[in-house]
């Protein structure tokens, strides 16, 4: 008797195959495509889990266990499940998983997790390492010739408070390499995620790291410290 795996790729193969004229075509790529993206999402699943079991240092029984135990951990699981099996990063895996492992442990922290998890729906690996040098000492530069680690942009003179306690564009860029075009959509992104927060300064805008950032990048740093053991 087939599987239920098998039924899913028929079912999806049986669809297609419904279109007009193109369908019996498609019908076989189809099946190949459910499959694919069945095995995928079970790829990402597994290693969002093992993630999971890493930073909690518990089995997947145990991990399992203590879930079921308080049900205020459920929607957690659902939300890791369904934001992996949207990213094929491994990455931002390994940040959902951290994420369920650490709540597990401190299941007062539910909020603030849930929150995290919000917020990795829509970043990537670029928004982690932009994410690390925010939560460094700030920095404000200017696009120049020469200056840090990026040739495109040099030192600027710091005239107001918020120039001074926040980064802009141009330093995020010179920090981590990527153009500023690219940095500005990245810290963007973090900041409609909340993990940082925009203030407005005479030069532009300033970028602040915030309380949820922190959270975040704690919850990566315990898991790198537990795959490190």
């Known amino acids: 008797m087939p599987s239920s795996d098998d039924w899913r790729d028929e079912a999806g193969a ?28 079970a790829r990402n699943h597994s290693r969002a889990l093992r993630a999971a079991q890493t930073l909690s240092g518990l089995s997947r029984e145990d991990l399992t266990e203590r879930i079921l135990q308080n049900p205020s951990l459920i929607p957690i699981v659902a939300r890791v499940l369904f934001a992996s099996a ?17 709540v597990v442990l401190q299941p007062d922290r539910v909020d603030d997790v849930e929150l995290v998890l919000i917020g990795l ?42 120039e001074r306690l926040t980064w802009n564009v141009e330093a995020v ?30 030069g532009g805008l300033g970028y602040r790291i915030t309380d949820l950032g922190r959270t975040l990048l704690e919850v990566l740093e315990r898991y790198n410290d537990a795959q490190a053991t």
């Open 86 to 102: 949207m990213t094929g990063q491994d990455e931002i895996l390994d940040a959902l998983g951290a994420a369920l492992g650490s």
């Open 14 to 41: 049986g669809l297609v195959s419904m279109v007009p004229i193109l369908g019996p075509l498609m019908a076989d790529p189809a099946r190949r495509f459910v499959r694919g993206l069945r095995e995928e999402h």
């Open 121 to 162: 729906q829509d970043i990537r690996r670029h928004h982690v390492a932009a994410l690390r040098v925010l939560d460094g000492p700030p920095e404000w530069r200017e696009e120049g010739e020469e200056g840090g680690d990026n040739p495109g942009v040099q030192a600027a003179k710091i005239t107001t408070d918020v």
């Open 173 to 202: 860029a010179g920090r981590t390499g990527m153009p500023v075009d690219t940095t500005y959509v990245t810290v963007t992104g973090l900041a409609n995620a909340g993990f940082v927060r925009a203030l407005g300064a005479m």
